[in-house]
């Protein structure tokens, strides 16, 4: 079975620019949770996404945006990057959002 | 706030030895505790605790949840050069995950 897949693996924007940054579920799963990842630290919680409704939105600013497809795959959009932008950002999901997440590779995402 | 701290931050062992890694919390609405290992990119999924005083066992590696002081270990025993990751703790409180900074683990040959 296919894990949780992620595009583009890495890509570098300039400050102000804005990124899309999408992610597929495994097969069955109907959430999607985003998380960012500094270099040094342990991921932080961005959103939280079932059945395409919003469930949780974790200490980012509102140029932080996500959503859920009804085929249950996600895009988070970030608008007027910063330089402190710069991070992994990880997707996992999860069978509904109570259950055990499981991660994809990541996008790394550079800001000049 | 949540609280998720790990310790030590980083460790060096050569292969055969044991490690014991730890794990702290304070989270509303603690619904259970996950361990995770970090090689590259993506966090793979090692265990899930919910109840106390249950060891969970996969292979070399074993983890326990203590949920009246807060705490969980995970060790790794006979290790070897491919357990050198990071370790990541998180606590689930309903519909996200609070990770700890990770502790990372070098094994040498």
């Known amino acids: 079975d296919a894990g949780v897949t992620q595009s583009p693996t890495h890509l570098i924007k300039t400050r102000g620019q804005h990124v899309t940054l999408r992610c597929s579920p495994i097969?069955?799963?109907?959430?999607v949770s985003w998380y960012q990842q500094v270099l040094g630290q342990g991921p932080q919680f961005i959103f939280q996404?079932?059945?395409?409704?919003?469930?949780g939105r974790g200490n980012f600013p509102d140029r932080f945006s996500a959503r859920q497809f009804p085929n249950y795959s996600s895009e988070l959009n970030v608008n007027a990057l910063l330089l402190g932008d710069s991070a992994l950002y990880l997707c996992?999901?999860?069978?509904?959002?109570?259950?055990?997440?499981?991660f994809g590779p990541g996008t790394r995402l550079t800001v000049l | 706030e949540d609280k998720v701290v790990q310790s030590p931050l980083s460790l060096v062992v050569h292969e055969g030895d044991t490690v014991t890694l730890n794990c702290s919390y304070e989270?509303?609405?603690?619904?259970?505790l996950l361990w995770y290992k970090q090689e590259k990119k993506a966090p793979t999924f090692l265990f899930m605790l919910?109840?106390?005083?249950i060891e969970k066992k996969s292979g070399r590696l074993s983890s326990i949840l203590d949920k009246k002081e807060l705490f969980s270990i995970l060790n790794i025993t006979a290790t070897q050069t491919g357990d050198s990751a990071v370790y990541l703790c998180?606590?689930?409180?309903?519909?996200?995950?609070?990770f700890g900074a990770g502790t990372t683990v070098t094994v040498r040959a």
């Open positions: 996404y079932y059945e395409k409704e919003e469930r």
């Open positions: 989270v509303t609405n603690f619904r259970s």
């Open positions: 998180a606590v689930d409180n309903d519909y996200k995950l609070s």
């Open positions: 097969s069955g799963h109907k959430s």
């Open positions: 996992a999901s999860s069978l509904v959002f109570s259950d055990t997440q499981y």
């Open positions: 919910t109840s106390s005083g």
